[in-house]
């Protein structure tokens, strides 16, 4: 008795439709410049999953960047504005910041500042620098710890009561974060069965860099004198003055129209 073949619903492998039919261009494009995913582009132009993987491997297809997820404070600024916390984000100055979000540079200056004093655009970087902050395990603490290490440390705990510096190994954690650099270097003495002469070297953090980074780390290089900073270092010169002056009109232009207000001629009848 013959049998017959049975029906099947079942597709080859490779190939949903015919492989005339099938369009690897438009399926590559979509592989390298969307988001969706494999099975959706495979479903999309009839073939199955294994079949575009297959494709993807033997062209080389590589996947297009996923954009990095923002919060939620990012999401309702404006485009150009999101673009400018990014930038301001990898590198502090509003400037640049402005420009590289596609303002003009004659008034990127202006801009930058502007952007900086919005309330959404602070509330945008603090929101990110936070996350930054949470996901290193990252704090205040932790740095100003850091740099009390550096800002205070002796180096004569670096040596033996002898004289000898300490090996790596033998320094205590606060001197250790001190040392930017511990060099060996092994030098020929002079006869045959003499031993070699170790020679090591030793290179400091910069302390006065550290104790700058405390002092604009607790706003305590503002101007002295004033209530956030009531710790008084030296008096200013005139000319001192006169260049923090220019600058704090420079920062307030309501303050400066008033001043010219007042000493114009009108003014003084």
Known sequence: METKPVASDSVPDELETSPSKVDWATIEHAYTTTTESAREIARAHGVTHSAVAKRAKKGKWNRPEKEKPVSREIEKLEPRQQKFVQQYLQEPNATKAAIKAG??????GEIGSENLKKPHIKEAIEAERDKTARKLNLSRERVMAEYTKLAFFDMRQAYHEGGE???PHELDEDTAAA???FETVEEKSHGQKALPLAVRKVRW?????????IMKAQGWNKDVGT???PLVIRNFTATERAVRMSRALQSNPELMAALMVIASPKAVE
Not at 103 to 108: I, L, M, V
Not at 205 to 213: E, I
């Open 227 to 229: 209530s956030e900073n």
């Open 179 to 181: 040392i930017v650099g």
């Open 103 to 108: 303002y003009s540079s004659k008034c990127a």
């Open 205 to 213: 953090t910069d302390k006065l860099g550290a104790l700058n980074s």
């Open 165 to 167: 510096l300490k090996l």
